[in-house]
């Protein structure tokens, strides 16, 4: 058994994005540029509307896959092809972008909590170009499961406890854990030994993990190994996120995400000629 520990701690950036909507980006920022295979992830997080209330109007993807997981409020998203999801509190959407569309995602309320988060993941050189996929995911399809005394897991995706997540057949065999802690709890998470993996503390005032003190808004970054340890002095709730690094070139620009200047300007070049 190989225990993980925290090889770094990173705080979120106060940033905004889309039309205004206030976020903290944690990783996809100067702190964090990525973690092979993750590119980005933000935490909204208000009650105050004009936080979120534009949105995030037409804009385009290619090359990566975007997820959303809402933990309070209402989002639609869109895209031009015809595609809609209603994203409502506990909901997963798992968009693979493939070799493009135009989204859009607003909300759906206005007032009160909003509330999320949203992960954006590589796709392997060989899958950049694949035809856009949508796996919408209502919240009664996320198992639950306790796999220790006073641990209460939503599975969205990979394998804890006997329970599978809803979200199949991506490249990096991703795990996406939504993880409550009472107070006093601890439990060990295995997890396949290679993948890159981070935990972000996001209710709560801080959790034990790895054998680290992590605080609110912290996330930590994971050395290799197969076992990952949780505690909490105090009730406490982690997102924990691994997936298997592609260990390819990387070339990003803004909503795209290549390997190569050359597939950049492509895609650059392909969307202002509208052949998303
Ligand atoms: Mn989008």
Same mark, same amino acid.
């Given at each position: ?24 980006? !944690? ?6 540029? $990525? ?71 607003? &909300? ?5 909590? $909003? ?31 306790? &796999? ?79 076992? !990952? ?25 803004? &909503?795209?995400?290549?390997?190569? &200047? ?15």
């Amino acid at each position: 058994m190989t225990q993980r520990t925290i090889v770094r701690r990173v705080r979120g950036m106060d940033t905004a994005d889309g039309a205004g909507v206030k976020l903290k980006r !944690v990783i996809g920022q100067p702190a964090l540029d $990525m973690l092979d295979p993750f590119l980005l992830l933000d935490e909204f997080r208000s009650d105050q509307a004009g936080d979120y209330i534009e949105g995030f109007p037409d804009h385009p993807h290619r090359g990566f896959e975007t997820v959303t997981y809402m933990l309070a409020g209402r989002m639609q998203h869109g895209d031009n092809k015809g595609n809609r999801g209603d994203l409502g509190p506990g909901s997963v959407q798992w968009m693979t972008a493939g070799s493009g569309l135009i989204h859009s995602e607003m &909300p759906q309320q206005e007032a009160g909590l $909003m509330w999320g988060f949203q992960l954006w993941v590589n796709l392997p050189a060989s899958d950049k170009m694949i035809a856009p996929r949508y796996q919408d995911i209502p919240p009664g399809d996320i198992p639950v499961v306790q &796999p220790a005394d006073g641990v209460t897991v939503r599975v969205v995706a990979g394998e804890l406890a006997g329970a599978t997540g809803p979200v199949s057949g991506i490249a990096t065999q991703p795990v996406y854990l939504d993880i409550a802690l009472d107070a006093g709890a601890r439990f060990d998470l295995s997890l396949p030994e290679g993948h890159s993996a981070f935990a972000y503390v996001f209710d709560g005032t801080s959790a034990t993990v790895a054998g680290g003190p992590l605080a609110r808004s912290e996330l930590a970054v994971l050395s290799k190994g197969d076992t !990952v340890s949780f505690a909490a002095d105090e009730a406490a709730r982690v997102l924990l996120v691994a997936g298997r690094p592609l260990d390819e070139p990387v070339a990003r620009y803004g &909503p795209f995400v290549m390997n190569t &200047p050359a597939q950049i300007h492509e895609a650059i070049a392909d969307f202002r000629a509208g052949k998303f």
